[in-house]
């Protein structure tokens, strides 16, 4: 009798080590908020990567004085999320990328610990031109996905289609018109077009695409609303 207890003891003992062993090799949680440099068009982008709500604050009332002093204030929207191959559904928006100047900021929406006040004033302002090719289909689904607003959104297709003298519906897309009116060579790998934009934590091959996209956004805005 005095043998079994023992043995019983001598098990529970085991396992207490092995839970201690386990508990103690677990991977810590990834940071809230990392920056990144990244390289295009001769620039290097500082490009903050956050799912953390007052990082995102921060970052946005960095911009409110240059924003300010400008007549035409640009601001740089893409989205990115997972895609789904089912006819009928889709998913959330995984990523919100804003870029002005030599600044970007990657959102990780599904992430988000808070959704600041100040990121939806910041999108709602009229005064704020927000650009993309296409960007109409991003800002309906950051409204369905998040009850996200963008006040001002500007649809770059018609302006560049006007620029190049092209007919409306030929529409060379971001990395074709970032060729032809900006004579920036944009690489876009379908693996990373195709990838886990969900991914708690993003590849730099990510970061760095979701980045350009904003980036070039951007400039493009800045070229064809200040002529």
Not at 130 to 159: E, H
Not at 164 to 191: C, F, H, Q, W
Request: charged share 20%; proline share 5%.
């Amino acid at each position: 009798m005095n043998k079994l207890k023992v043995k019983t003891l001598n098990l529970s003992l085991l396992v207490h080590r092995r839970s201690t062993m386990w508990a103690g090799t677990r991977r810590p949680s990834p940071p809230a908020t990392t920056v990144h440099e990244i390289d295009f068009a001769g620039d290097v982008i500082v490009t903050t990567v956050t799912s953390s709500g007052s990082a995102a604050a921060v970052w946005l009332r960095s911009l409110t004085p240059s924003l300010r002093n400008l007549q035409t204030p640009i601001v740089g929207l893409d989205c990115e999320w997972r895609p789904n191959f089912t006819a009928g559904s889709s998913n959330l928006v995984a990523t919100l990328q804003l870029c002005f100047s030599s600044q970007c900021l990657i959102l990780q929406l599904q992430y988000m610990d808070s959704i600041p006040r100040i990121l939806r004033d910041f999108l709602s302002d009229p005064s704020i031109s927000f650009v993309g090719v296409g960007i109409m289909a991003d800002v309906s689904k950051l409204y369905d996905d998040y009850d996200l607003q963008c006040g001002n959104p500007v649809d770059l297709d018609p302006l560049c289609c006007s620029y190049l003298g092209l007919d409306n519906r030929r529409s060379l897309g971001l990395k074709g018109y970032a060729k032809e009116i900006l004579g920036l060579t944009m690489v876009k790998p379908r693996r990373v077009t195709l990838s886990n934009w969900e991914s708690r934590v993003l590849s730099y091959c990510q970061i760095e695409y979701a980045c350009i996209d904003a980036c070039a956004s951007y400039y493009l805005g800045c070229r064809l609303l200040s002529e």
